[in-house]
């Protein structure tokens, strides 16, 4: 799209003062280019992920889906559609592998080798496997009570989120020596415990969103 745009723009530069879809593409170019190219030249620290560059998500649809129209125009037509079939398979393919934990997708671009994702990414953002971790705790525990770590409201809300009869067998504690089971997701901070310390754990592309770790 923006290739395209420019493109057009150099061939006839005077088509700016006629065309509204050509200054509406260099609108949208500039939307989405100018932001990236200030936080890389000021070198910008950016907080928790790159939320602050979200915005630029509209002006980069809008790209991507001009670029895929005007393609769709040409003898190309056949071999976008393929493609467009292909991308959409991949990730139907990839929803249904990993449900439901479908949220933590990288596209083929980045490698899936084992532990590079926790390495340089966060995974479980919204810690959604916690739910999974609790039930495989009580399905495997046979503890009436079984104690497990404190962390924030997110652990708590997830025990809300179980049926009664489940929900009543945990207890959140702080008490290291009263923890039956230890379970962490990874987002920034490394895992307390290695995988060889764990007795389950959760991986989506090689990489582990969810460990349990039994303490007592």
């Known amino acids: 799209g923006i290739a395209m745009s420019l493109i057009l723009f150099i061939k ?78 991949l990730v139907t393919f990839f929803f249904i592998k990993y ?16 532990d590079y994702l926790m390495k340089h990414y966060e995974l479980d953002y919204w810690q959604h496997s916690y739910k999974q971790g609790l039930l495989w705790v009580a399905q495997n525990s046979k503890k009436e009570k079984i104690y497990i770590n404190r962390w924030k409201p997110v652990l708590e809300r997830n025990v809300m989120c179980l049926e009664p009869s489940l929900r009543e067998r945990f207890m959140i504690t702080d008490n290291d020596s009263l923890i039956d089971y230890y379970l962490e997701t990874f987002r920034t901070t490394p895992y307390r415990f290695s995988r060889e310390e764990s007795i389950h754990e959760i991986t989506v592309l090689g990489s582990p969103i969810l460990r349990i770790h039994k303490m007592n």
């Open 12 to 89: 006839r530069p005077i088509d700016i003062f006629e065309s509204v879809k050509l200054r509406m593409n260099l609108m949208f170019v500039f939307c989405f280019v100018a932001p990236v190219a200030a936080v890389i030249y000021l070198k910008a620290v950016l907080y928790d992920d790159w939320r602050h560059l979200y915005f630029i998500y509209a002006p980069f649809t809008f790209l991507a889906v001009y670029a895929v129209n005007e393609l769709l125009k040409t003898r190309l037509k056949n071999l976008v559609m393929i493609l467009f079939g292909l991308q959409l398979s």
């Open 99 to 114: 449900h439901p934990n479908q949220n933590v997708y990288f596209n083929e671009f980045v490698p899936h080798s084992k």
